[in-house]
């Protein structure tokens, strides 16, 4: 099992929308946003390569280091299958 943890959500929407919409965006969307798009583009070439298998967004879980945190309120917020 592999988990990415994406620590510059809001810089790149920053930079792909400019430093004033981010701003009125709160972080969780644009965390949502960017974990959507890197979804989509990891299930496109996974597919690409012959891979199966499948892929989840997942709230509750906190990645620092060696360490991997589980939250109350577990929740999968997006899965798809390749």
Known sequence: MIVLK?????????????RFLERLTPDSIDNAAVEDQVIQKLVEN????????????I??????????????????????SF
Request: net charge neutral.
């Open 6 to 18: 994406i620590s510059n959500a809001s810089e790149v929407v920053a930079s792909k929308v400019g």
């Open 46 to 57: 996974l597919a690409a390569e012959g891979l199966k298998g499948e892929i989840a967004a």
């Open 59 to 80: 709230n509750g879980l906190d990645l620092s280091g060696d360490d991997l945190s589980v939250h109350k309120g577990l929740k999968v917020r997006k899965h798809s």
